[in-house]
């Protein structure tokens, strides 16, 4: 599997990164972009089941700790929450600081 996922990431070499941006912009601003509403929910569920693909690709590339997977799923858990999406923001730039080589 890290194979695969290893030989994604090379392929799209830099493109990677800007496609995982694309993908976190249009999940936090599907809802303001669309012409209405059911389309904005229909941006924002396609654009979190490809970040969540994006996400899991770039973890096993990247071979993060187990601890630090189960501390961003909480982070996004929470993040879901009521008045929480600053949360949300925080677990992608912690990912991509901290975790991305």
């Known amino acids: ?3 695969l996922c290893s030989s994604v990431v090379e392929r799209l ?3 990677w990164g800007g496609l995982g941006w694309v993908l976190f912009g249009t999940y936090l601003l599907g809802w303001y972009l669309a012409p209405d509403p059911d389309a904005g929910a229909m941006i924002v569920v396609v654009a979190v089941v490809l970040l969540l ?3 899991t690709v ?3 590339d990247q071979e993060i700790a187990v601890w630090q997977i189960v501390l ?3 982070m996004l858990v929470i993040g879901g929450l009521p008045y929480g999406g600053l949360l949300r923001i925080a677990c992608w730039v912690i990912c991509w600081t901290r975790l991305r080589e």
């Open 1 to 3: 599997m890290r194979a």
């Open 13 to 15: 070499g830099a493109t």
């Open 53 to 55: 693909l994006w996400w």
């Open 58 to 60: 770039d973890v096993i």
């Open 72 to 74: 961003g799923i909480i």
